[in-house]
């Protein structure tokens, strides 16, 4: 949640202070790519079928559980 928060209040200031009009696409893809590097950052996780479907669901390889 707070990754999601961040990359909004991001694009938010882009706009105010940057004169930029992020793409809701560029908006979703870097939050997608910050989910996607935290969880390849983890050591182990736990197989459950709650985290396979989080994986199937972001994209990410199940060779990390």
């Known amino acids: 949640m707070a990754g999601l928060v ?3 209040w991001r694009a938010r200031n882009e706009c ?3 004169n930029k009009q992020p793409f809701s696409e560029l908006v979703f893809d870097r939050i997608i790519n910050d989910l996607r590097d935290r ?3 983890w050591k182990k996780v736990g197989v459950s ?3 396979k479907v989080l994986c199937k669901a972001w994209n ?3 060779k990390i559980l």
């Open 6 to 8: 961040y990359h909004i």
């Open 16 to 18: 105010i202070y940057c």
């Open 39 to 41: 969880v390849y950052s």
């Open 49 to 51: 079928h709650g985290n």
């Open 60 to 62: 990410i390889s199940t």
